[in-house]
């Protein structure tokens, strides 16, 4: 019985470590994607002397 026990531990343990490595996997792929974009907008005002065309979100805002 205490094998039984130890087994499906062993297995669960096992799922929710690859769950995680996932998860890391996702995660780091959308951090890498961010900075893609911030790199290709940074080149883009560089090369073209210009804002890439999206408004400041909070330039209206009373606290800026």
């Known amino acids: 019985m205490l094998e ?33 974009i911030v790199n290709y907008d940074v080149v883009a005002r560089g090369l073209f002397n210009a804002p890439s065309g999206a408004p400041m979100k909070w330039s209206s805002s009373p606290w800026c």
């Open 4 to 36: 039984l026990l130890t087994g499906g531990a062993r297995a669960f343990s096992k799922m929710i470590s690859w769950v995680a490595i996932g998860a890391n996997a996702v995660g780091t792929l959308i951090v890498l994607g961010l900075v893609l």
